[in-house]
Each structure stands twice: as structure tokens, then as C-alpha cells.
């Protein structure tokens, strides 16, 4: 994908990289539940993936992008390191504590929830008059956004064939259903305004990859059930 759009634009080649580099989002294991899937396979794989992006984001793009573009490796590693890693270090003693514990799980959401609508309204902000000049190319980030869930959801589903219909549909929400606040972040904080532009972008086929897959589960076990 990268080299690919590499022969469009630079910028586009390294929003498509990240965007394709997020881990599972934090909602898999819910969107898996609402469709039939194993919820404890994508809690794991929410776990898994974030755990290594600190390592494997910053490690991609020392390899694709090379000595000759600007990047700041040790930058990100921090940063992933301290909105990745640091939450769950600090959540292990906290959550032994009855009353503090209690608080976070009332609280956590709605901080979660304002913090990124912030990172939202700043990268808007930030962005708006390049979104004004350039409507055609939102259009076409648009369509590209699109094509990445499709190109997502189903290679997730087609190389977890092996799997049972519940490992499968995890797998694939997994795959499809990415950390799109956190590459919101990430790209406000070490990347020109395009990119962390592209994720906004990509808010809508987000939603829309989550109702296409659904969709089509729903049909899948209606058929099942009648064949029955």
C-alpha cells in the first residue's frame, strides 16, 4: 500500500501507512460481540496490537521511508510508549483499590470521549482552510479511506478461512475496526496536518465499514438459519 501511493504523493503514501499500521481498536471486542464473534479472541488481539505498536510503528517507518526523509523514530516510540503502555501500567495497582477503581470505570469513557472530540476540533482547526482549498481531494482521500476498510476487512477474512465462524468474525472486525483516535493523535503530533487530515477523513468509512460488515453478517445467518 505504501509504495503504491507513493506514486501519488509522498504525504499520501505516509497517511496510508500509518493508517494501515494502527492497532485494533479498543471497540472490536463490542462490535464482534453485537455480531456473533469470539469477544475474548478480540480483546487479545486489542492487547496484542497495542502493545507492539510502539515498537512496530516507529520500526515500519524507519524501514519503508528511509535515512533521506526527516523522522523523528525516538518521538514516536515516546509517544506510543506514553498512550499506549503507560494507561495500562498505571491501571494495574489502581484497579486493586475498590473506590479508585470504581472511579475510572465510571469516569474512563467520558474523559476518553472529550479528549479525542478535542484532538478532533484541533486537527479541524488546524486543517480547515487546506479542507476548503482542496474539496476534490477530500473526495478522493474519501474514496482511497474506503478502499483501505475493503482492503482490510476482507483480506482479514479471506486469510482466517481456516478459523470457525466466530474466531473469523473477530478476526476480521479486528482487522477492520483500527485505533482511529490514536492515529489522530500520532499524526497531529509527528506529521504535517495532511495526514492526521486523512484520519478525520476516514471517520465515515470507519462507521460505514462496521454497518457494511453487519450487514452482510446478518444475511449470512439468516441464510444459515434457513437452511436449517
Not at 478461512?161 to 483516535?181: E, F, Q, Y
Amino acid at each position: 500500500l505504501f509504495y503504491l501511493c507513493r506514486h501519488v504523493s509522498e504525504v499520501l503514501a505516509t497517511s496510508v501507512l500509518l493508517f494501515a499500521l494502527m492497532p485494533t481498536g479498543v471497540s472490536a471486542p463490542a462490535v464482534s460481540g453485537l455480531f456473533d464473534g469470539n469477544v475474548g479472541l478480540s480483546l487479545g488481539l486489542v492487547l496484542l496490537s497495542s502493545m507492539l505498536s510502539p515498537l512496530l510503528i516507529p520500526t515500519a517507518f524507519f524501514l519503508l521511508k528511509g535515512s533521506s526523509v526527516q523522522y523523528d523514530y525516538s518521538g514516536m516510540v515516546v509517544s506510543l510508549t506514553s498512550v499506549v503502555i503507560l494507561p495500562v501500567l498505571l491501571h494495574i495497582p489502581l484497579r486493586r483499590n475498590a473506590r479508585l477503581g470504581g472511579e475510572l470505570k465510571r469516569y474512563s469513557k467520558s474523559v476518553s470521549t472529550l479528549l479525542v472530540a478535542f484532538i478532533i476540533l484541533l486537527v479541524i482547526a488546524g486543517g480547515k482552510s487546506a479542507m476548503l482549498a482542496d474539496l476534490q481531494g477530500i473526495v478522493f482521500k474519501l474514496v482511497l479511506a474506503s478502499g483501505l476498510f475493503l482492503v482490510f476487512y476482507s483480506s482479514a477474512w479471506l486469510l482466517s478461512s481456516g478459523l470457525d465462524k466466530k474466531d473469523r468474525i473477530a478476526m476480521t472486525i479486528s482487522s477492520g475496526v483500527n485505533n482511529n483516535a490514536l492515529g489522530i493523535g500520532i499524526a497531529s503530533l509527528h506529521f504535517e496536518p495532511a495526514v492526521a487530515l486523512f484520519f478525520l477523513i476516514s471517520e465515515l468509512p470507519w462507521v460505514a465499514g462496521i454497518a457494511v460488515f453487519g450487514s452482510i453478517a446478518k444475511r449470512s445467518r439468516a441464510r444459515n438459519s434457513g437452511d436449517r
